[in-house]
């Protein structure tokens, strides 16, 4: 049995390239960039006008003028026009574009406009205000978007701002999730008195949508040939598959034994954790299998723990690790690493985890009341003090 610092070693060590992909714009949100975004012009292009108002010359102001006659009207959208009395001014409106001679606007609520003249009504104004001036945001060529970065709607509105219909972000792999046992039924199907619904496969196809991978589901039932069988064509077809149930020492957990004679070299079987111990890791030549235990709250921690980390080391991004402090003394005896269900509140800057009781690893209700994990590492002690600062894994927002 190894450590949960050797299971994690092991698995970012043994990444995938899941190759990239180019798609519209509009369906890359949530994805991973893989090529810079780079301003193909100015930002904004040109000189733009901030406020509609007028557009004069400052020096006619500095000299003492306030009435300035009216040349024409330079809309938004509208070729750059010119003004050609330098002393007069053209009405502007916001976007469009600064006329040629002028240099400086003025609002219309600090102007009288009386048919064809303007006449400033206040004493001071700078020069050159209400300009948005070209380049001063980004120029042409800068960076905009780095590779890398995972698409929002911020990156949205700049991809369509350069142009961009279409970007290279990271090809998303093929996953299978499979459920395994004779007493699982299906959602919609009623479970007799010795069976319950499966529910493992649902919970980890929402995380992985976090990601947004697509996966698709599958149920074997725990007959050797049968597991082979199905197993056999998802090795060949797939780029990961997940497994809940079907790795510990049960005499219908053969899932361990057909891995083997399908020949996924295991990395590593058993971690010293709770929840989620059984867990087993191994790997083909284009193939990386991820066998979580059964129980939910186990299939849940591992997912989190060991996918999540290894999928995002894989598409060339950092995991982020994030911390929360023990809100109450907590006292865990087994030598093993504990992922503790907690209820988390933000306070000061700081999230501050509070310990939840439950019922084991097969306690799925207390997924729900929960906000996330708390992990208290492997160590001799066996007190974990209140105000001890911890790393937290997250499922909701904070």
Known sequence: MITVEEAKHIILE????????????LQAVGRVLKEDIVADRDFP??????????????RFFEQGFRDFNIEGIQAAGSP?????NAANCYEVMTGAVLPNNCDTVIR??????????????????????NIHTQGSDKSKGTVLIKKNTIVSAAEIGVLATVGKATVKVVKQPKVMIVSTGDELVDVNENPLDHQIRRSNVYTLVSLLNDLKIPAETAHITDEKSVLREKIESYLKKYD???FSGAVSKGKFDFLPEVLSELGVQKLFHRVSQRPGKPFWFGTTDNCNVFAFPGNPVSTFVNCMVYFYPWYLKSAGLPSEEKTAILAENITFKPNLTCFLQVKLESKFGHLVAYPMKRNGSGDLASLVEADGFIELPKTEETDFKKGSVFPILTYRSF
């Open 14 to 25: 043994n990444t995938q390239d899941f190759g990239i992909e180019e798609i519209p714009f």
């Open 45 to 58: 292009p040109f000189n733009r006008i901030a406020m509609d108002g007028i557009a004069i010359n400052y």
């Open 80 to 84: 750059q026009k010119t003004l050609d």
């Open 108 to 129: 219309y609520e600090d102007v009288d406009i009386n048919t064809l003249v303007a006449t400033i009504t206040i004493d001071e104004i700078k020069e050159g205000q």
């Open 240 to 242: 990961i598959l997940l």
